[in-house]
Protein backbone atom coordinates (compact mmCIF):
# COMPACT_ATOMS: atom_id res chain seq x y z
CA UNK A 1 0.00 0.00 0.00
CA UNK A 2 1.06 3.64 -0.47
CA UNK A 3 1.29 6.40 2.38
CA UNK A 4 -2.68 7.16 2.99
CA UNK A 5 -3.90 4.48 2.45
CA UNK A 6 -3.69 4.17 -1.04
CA UNK A 7 -3.35 0.98 -2.81
CA UNK A 8 0.20 0.16 -3.99
CA UNK A 9 0.63 -0.65 -7.53
CA UNK A 10 0.82 -4.34 -8.29
CA UNK A 11 -0.55 -5.33 -11.58
CA UNK A 12 -1.60 -8.45 -12.85
CA UNK A 13 1.68 -9.10 -14.24
CA UNK A 14 3.04 -9.32 -10.68
CA UNK A 15 0.71 -12.52 -9.68
CA UNK A 16 1.83 -16.06 -9.27
CA UNK A 17 -0.68 -17.31 -11.52
CA UNK A 18 -1.65 -15.79 -15.27
CA UNK A 19 -4.11 -12.96 -15.33
CA UNK A 20 -6.03 -12.46 -18.06
CA UNK A 21 -2.77 -12.90 -19.87
CA UNK A 22 -2.60 -13.03 -24.19
CA UNK A 23 -4.20 -16.32 -24.10
CA UNK A 24 -7.68 -14.85 -23.49
CA UNK A 25 -9.15 -13.46 -26.66
CA UNK A 26 -8.77 -9.41 -26.77
CA UNK A 27 -12.28 -8.67 -26.10
CA UNK A 28 -12.65 -10.53 -23.25
CA UNK A 29 -9.40 -9.09 -20.93
CA UNK A 30 -11.13 -5.92 -20.53
CA UNK A 31 -13.69 -7.05 -17.92
CA UNK A 32 -11.79 -9.78 -16.71
CA UNK A 33 -9.06 -6.78 -15.80
CA UNK A 34 -11.76 -4.43 -14.50
CA UNK A 35 -12.58 -7.47 -12.08
CA UNK A 36 -8.81 -7.92 -11.00
CA UNK A 37 -8.24 -4.07 -10.35
CA UNK A 38 -11.42 -4.51 -8.02
CA UNK A 39 -10.08 -7.61 -6.20
CA UNK A 40 -6.88 -6.04 -5.88
CA UNK A 41 -8.03 -3.15 -4.68
CA UNK A 42 -9.88 -4.74 -1.73
CA UNK A 43 -7.26 -6.86 -1.29
CA UNK A 44 -5.00 -4.50 -0.41
CA UNK A 45 -7.15 -2.83 1.59
CA UNK A 46 -7.81 -6.20 3.71
CA UNK A 47 -3.71 -6.71 3.34
CA UNK A 48 -3.22 -2.75 4.88
CA UNK A 49 -0.71 -3.42 7.85
CA UNK A 50 -1.31 -0.07 9.63
CA UNK A 51 -5.61 0.04 8.99
CA UNK A 52 -7.68 -0.26 11.46
CA UNK A 53 -9.77 -3.41 11.39
CA UNK A 54 -12.64 -0.69 11.58
CA UNK A 55 -10.77 1.42 8.78
CA UNK A 56 -10.45 -1.61 5.99
CA UNK A 57 -13.97 -2.34 7.05
CA UNK A 58 -15.17 1.48 5.76
CA UNK A 59 -12.93 0.70 2.86
CA UNK A 60 -14.38 -2.45 1.86
CA UNK A 61 -17.84 -1.48 2.43
CA UNK A 62 -17.64 1.78 0.05
CA UNK A 63 -16.49 -0.72 -2.66
CA UNK A 64 -19.43 -2.73 -2.08
CA UNK A 65 -21.80 0.28 -2.11
CA UNK A 66 -19.86 1.64 -5.51
CA UNK A 67 -20.38 -1.97 -7.06
CA UNK A 68 -24.06 -1.78 -6.19
CA UNK A 69 -24.47 1.45 -7.81
CA UNK A 70 -25.50 3.25 -4.21
CA UNK A 71 -22.66 5.88 -4.89
CA UNK A 72 -19.95 6.37 -7.45
CA UNK A 73 -16.74 6.95 -4.30
CA UNK A 74 -14.75 4.26 -5.90
CA UNK A 75 -13.44 4.32 -9.47
CA UNK A 76 -12.23 0.81 -9.60
CA UNK A 77 -15.70 -0.13 -8.55
CA UNK A 78 -17.49 1.87 -10.64
CA UNK A 79 -15.76 0.85 -13.41
CA UNK A 80 -16.28 -2.72 -13.16
CA UNK A 81 -19.99 -1.82 -12.40
CA UNK A 82 -20.13 -0.13 -15.94
CA UNK A 83 -18.23 -2.77 -17.29
CA UNK A 84 -20.91 -5.70 -15.73
CA UNK A 85 -24.19 -3.79 -16.72
CA UNK A 86 -22.47 -3.30 -20.64
CA UNK A 87 -22.06 -7.46 -20.70
CA UNK A 88 -25.24 -7.88 -18.59
CA UNK A 89 -22.85 -9.77 -16.06
CA UNK A 90 -24.08 -10.57 -13.02
CA UNK A 91 -22.03 -8.57 -9.52
CA UNK A 92 -22.68 -11.60 -7.78
CA UNK A 93 -19.14 -12.93 -7.56
CA UNK A 94 -17.39 -9.43 -6.71
CA UNK A 95 -19.47 -9.16 -3.92
CA UNK A 96 -18.84 -12.83 -3.21
CA UNK A 97 -15.27 -11.44 -3.33
CA UNK A 98 -15.92 -8.37 -0.56
CA UNK A 99 -17.06 -10.89 1.67
CA UNK A 100 -13.85 -12.77 1.74
CA UNK A 101 -12.05 -9.72 1.95
CA UNK A 102 -14.14 -8.65 5.12
CA UNK A 103 -13.32 -12.21 6.74
CA UNK A 104 -9.61 -11.86 6.28
CA UNK A 105 -10.52 -8.70 8.44
CA UNK A 106 -12.64 -10.41 11.35
CA UNK A 107 -10.59 -14.05 11.14
CA UNK A 108 -7.26 -14.86 11.27
CA UNK A 109 -7.57 -18.36 11.79
CA UNK A 110 -9.12 -21.74 10.24
CA UNK A 111 -9.96 -24.73 12.19
CA UNK A 112 -10.04 -26.97 9.44
CA UNK A 113 -9.75 -27.75 5.22
CA UNK A 114 -13.72 -27.31 5.64
CA UNK A 115 -13.33 -23.65 7.30
CA UNK A 116 -11.00 -23.36 4.48
CA UNK A 117 -12.73 -24.26 1.77
CA UNK A 118 -15.70 -22.10 2.94
CA UNK A 119 -13.41 -19.29 2.83
CA UNK A 120 -11.96 -19.85 -0.95
CA UNK A 121 -15.62 -20.60 -1.74
CA UNK A 122 -15.71 -16.81 -1.99
CA UNK A 123 -12.13 -15.55 -2.15
CA UNK A 124 -10.87 -17.63 -5.19
CA UNK A 125 -14.03 -19.93 -6.62
CA UNK A 126 -15.50 -16.50 -7.73
CA UNK A 127 -12.78 -15.79 -9.50
CA UNK A 128 -12.87 -18.52 -11.98
CA UNK A 129 -16.88 -18.71 -12.01
CA UNK A 130 -16.35 -14.97 -13.49
CA UNK A 131 -14.38 -16.27 -15.86
CA UNK A 132 -16.02 -18.69 -17.19
CA UNK A 133 -19.69 -16.04 -17.60
CA UNK A 134 -16.83 -13.50 -19.17
CA UNK A 135 -16.37 -16.26 -22.08
CA UNK A 136 -20.24 -17.85 -22.29
CA UNK A 137 -19.57 -21.28 -20.75
CA UNK A 138 -21.87 -23.36 -18.73
CA UNK A 139 -22.22 -23.11 -14.86
CA UNK A 140 -21.76 -26.96 -15.54
CA UNK A 141 -18.39 -26.08 -15.54
CA UNK A 142 -17.96 -24.19 -12.04
CA UNK A 143 -17.35 -27.12 -9.86
CA UNK A 144 -14.30 -28.15 -12.23
CA UNK A 145 -13.21 -24.38 -11.81
CA UNK A 146 -13.90 -23.96 -8.48
CA UNK A 147 -11.50 -27.28 -7.52
CA UNK A 148 -8.54 -25.45 -9.45
CA UNK A 149 -9.17 -21.53 -7.92
CA UNK A 150 -9.29 -23.21 -4.33
CA UNK A 151 -6.12 -25.06 -5.30
CA UNK A 152 -4.92 -21.69 -6.19
CA UNK A 153 -5.20 -19.80 -3.57
CA UNK A 154 -4.12 -22.59 -0.92
CA UNK A 155 -0.78 -22.98 -2.66
CA UNK A 156 -0.74 -18.80 -2.15
CA UNK A 157 -1.47 -19.26 1.16
CA UNK A 158 1.31 -22.02 1.93
CA UNK A 159 3.92 -19.56 -0.10
CA UNK A 160 3.16 -16.72 1.73
CA UNK A 161 2.28 -18.08 5.79
CA UNK A 162 5.31 -16.72 6.73
CA UNK A 163 4.87 -13.37 5.88
CA UNK A 164 0.99 -13.56 6.45
CA UNK A 165 2.06 -14.63 9.74
CA UNK A 166 4.76 -11.70 10.28
CA UNK A 167 2.53 -8.52 9.09
CA UNK A 168 -0.96 -9.40 9.69
CA UNK A 169 -1.08 -12.34 12.38
CA UNK A 170 -3.29 -14.22 9.92
CA UNK A 171 -2.61 -17.89 9.52
CA UNK A 172 -4.75 -19.89 6.38
CA UNK A 173 -3.01 -23.29 7.33
CA UNK A 174 -5.72 -25.29 9.60
CA UNK A 175 -5.22 -25.76 13.13
CA UNK A 176 -6.04 -29.03 13.06
CA UNK A 177 -3.59 -30.15 10.07
CA UNK A 178 -1.25 -28.10 12.27
CA UNK A 179 -1.66 -30.25 15.22
CA UNK A 180 -1.86 -33.34 13.50
CA UNK A 181 2.02 -33.30 12.96
CA UNK A 182 2.85 -30.89 15.91
CA UNK A 183 3.53 -27.44 14.91
CA UNK A 184 2.00 -24.40 15.94
CA UNK A 185 1.45 -21.04 14.43
CA UNK A 186 4.44 -20.06 16.17
CA UNK A 187 6.65 -22.12 14.18
CA UNK A 188 5.70 -19.71 11.47
CA UNK A 189 7.72 -17.13 13.35
CA UNK A 190 11.26 -18.92 12.48
CA UNK A 191 13.45 -18.51 10.06
CA UNK A 192 13.04 -22.36 9.13
CA UNK A 193 10.23 -24.27 9.03
CA UNK A 194 10.20 -26.77 11.95
CA UNK A 195 9.71 -30.85 10.87
CA UNK A 196 6.53 -30.38 12.61
CA UNK A 197 5.80 -27.34 10.38
CA UNK A 198 7.14 -28.85 7.11
CA UNK A 199 4.89 -31.80 7.35
CA UNK A 200 1.88 -30.02 7.55
CA UNK A 201 2.91 -27.71 4.37
CA UNK A 202 3.89 -30.92 2.67
CA UNK A 203 0.63 -32.30 3.47
CA UNK A 204 -1.61 -29.45 2.37
CA UNK A 205 0.19 -28.86 -0.67
CA UNK A 206 -0.63 -32.59 -1.40
CA UNK A 207 -4.23 -31.75 -0.55
CA UNK A 208 -3.39 -28.42 -3.38
CA UNK A 209 -2.61 -31.08 -5.80
CA UNK A 210 -5.14 -33.35 -5.17
CA UNK A 211 -8.05 -30.30 -6.22
CA UNK A 212 -6.33 -29.62 -9.22
CA UNK A 213 -6.48 -33.67 -9.87
CA UNK A 214 -10.91 -32.49 -9.15
CA UNK A 215 -10.85 -30.02 -11.43
CA UNK A 216 -8.43 -31.85 -14.41
CA UNK A 217 -11.07 -32.31 -16.81
CA UNK A 218 -11.87 -28.34 -17.54
CA UNK A 219 -9.42 -27.41 -20.27
CA UNK A 220 -10.95 -30.31 -22.25
CA UNK A 221 -14.93 -29.46 -21.30
CA UNK A 222 -14.37 -25.45 -22.33
CA UNK A 223 -16.23 -23.87 -25.38
CA UNK A 224 -13.52 -21.04 -26.11
CA UNK A 225 -9.60 -22.86 -27.30
CA UNK A 226 -8.22 -19.81 -26.08
CA UNK A 227 -9.63 -20.59 -22.48
CA UNK A 228 -8.35 -23.81 -23.50
CA UNK A 229 -5.29 -22.70 -23.57
CA UNK A 230 -5.17 -20.12 -20.08
CA UNK A 231 -6.56 -23.21 -17.99
CA UNK A 232 -3.84 -25.65 -19.23
CA UNK A 233 -0.92 -22.84 -18.66
CA UNK A 234 -2.89 -22.29 -15.06
CA UNK A 235 -2.85 -25.40 -13.84
CA UNK A 236 0.92 -26.55 -15.26
CA UNK A 237 2.04 -23.56 -12.95
CA UNK A 238 -0.02 -24.57 -10.01
CA UNK A 239 1.05 -28.16 -10.56
CA UNK A 240 5.04 -27.00 -10.27
CA UNK A 241 3.94 -24.71 -7.39
CA UNK A 242 3.05 -27.63 -5.57
CA UNK A 243 6.23 -29.82 -6.01
CA UNK A 244 8.24 -26.46 -5.06
CA UNK A 245 6.18 -26.62 -1.42
CA UNK A 246 6.84 -30.13 -1.48
CA UNK A 247 10.51 -30.03 -1.69
CA UNK A 248 11.32 -26.51 -0.41
CA UNK A 249 10.94 -24.55 2.57
CA UNK A 250 9.03 -21.26 1.81
CA UNK A 251 10.45 -19.96 5.18
CA UNK A 252 13.71 -20.08 4.38
CA UNK A 253 13.92 -20.56 0.01
CA UNK A 254 12.18 -18.98 -2.58
CA UNK A 255 9.31 -20.98 -3.77
CA UNK A 256 7.92 -18.78 -6.14
CA UNK A 257 8.62 -19.63 -9.86
CA UNK A 258 11.37 -17.28 -11.63
CA UNK A 259 10.16 -15.70 -14.64
CA UNK A 260 11.83 -18.25 -16.95
CA UNK A 261 10.20 -21.51 -15.69
CA UNK A 262 6.72 -18.93 -15.62
CA UNK A 263 6.76 -18.12 -18.79
CA UNK A 264 8.25 -21.69 -19.87
CA UNK A 265 5.91 -23.39 -17.97
CA UNK A 266 3.10 -21.67 -19.01
CA UNK A 267 3.59 -22.01 -23.05
CA UNK A 268 3.97 -25.77 -21.63
CA UNK A 269 0.68 -25.60 -20.19
CA UNK A 270 -1.04 -23.65 -22.82
CA UNK A 271 -0.08 -26.29 -25.63
CA UNK A 272 -1.25 -29.32 -22.88
CA UNK A 273 -4.85 -26.91 -22.64
CA UNK A 274 -5.38 -26.61 -26.31
CA UNK A 275 -4.61 -30.64 -27.11
CA UNK A 276 -6.97 -31.84 -24.44
CA UNK A 277 -9.30 -29.66 -25.87
CA UNK A 278 -8.86 -30.94 -29.18
CA UNK A 279 -8.76 -34.36 -27.99
CA UNK A 280 -11.78 -34.14 -26.33
CA UNK A 281 -13.56 -32.31 -29.31
CA UNK A 282 -12.41 -34.80 -31.88
CA UNK A 283 -13.76 -37.87 -29.65
CA UNK A 284 -17.40 -36.00 -29.65
CA UNK A 285 -17.17 -35.47 -33.64
CA UNK A 286 -16.16 -39.43 -33.91
CA UNK A 287 -18.99 -40.45 -31.13
CA UNK A 288 -21.90 -38.13 -33.37
CA UNK A 289 -20.43 -40.13 -36.96
CA UNK A 290 -21.07 -43.61 -35.08
CA UNK A 291 -24.56 -42.56 -34.51
CA UNK A 292 -25.15 -42.12 -37.92
Same mark, same amino acid.
Given at each position: ???? /? ?8 ? =? ?12 ? !?? %? ?36 ? /? ?6 ? $? ?24 ? !?????? !????? %? ?12 ? #? ?7 ? =? ?22 ? &? ?22 ? &? ?13 ? $??? /????? $? ?7 ? $? ?34 ? =? ?14 ? #? ?11 ? #? /????? =?????
Amino acid at each position: MKAG /GAPAVKTERD =ENFPVASRLIAPHL !RA %PILAFYRFARKADDFADHPAMTPQAKLAALDALDATLA /GSHDADPD $AAALRATLAARRLSPAHAHDLIAAFR !RDVTQR !RYRDW %PDLMGYCALSAMPV #GRFVLDVHG =ESPALWPDSDAICASLQVINHLQD &CGEDYARLDRVYLPEDALRRTGAT &CADLAAPRASPALRA $AIV /GLAQK $AGGLLDDGA $ALASRVADWRLACEVGAIVRLARANVRRLQKFDPLA =ERVHPGRAAFVWSGLI #GAAQGALARAARA #G /GALRA =EAARK
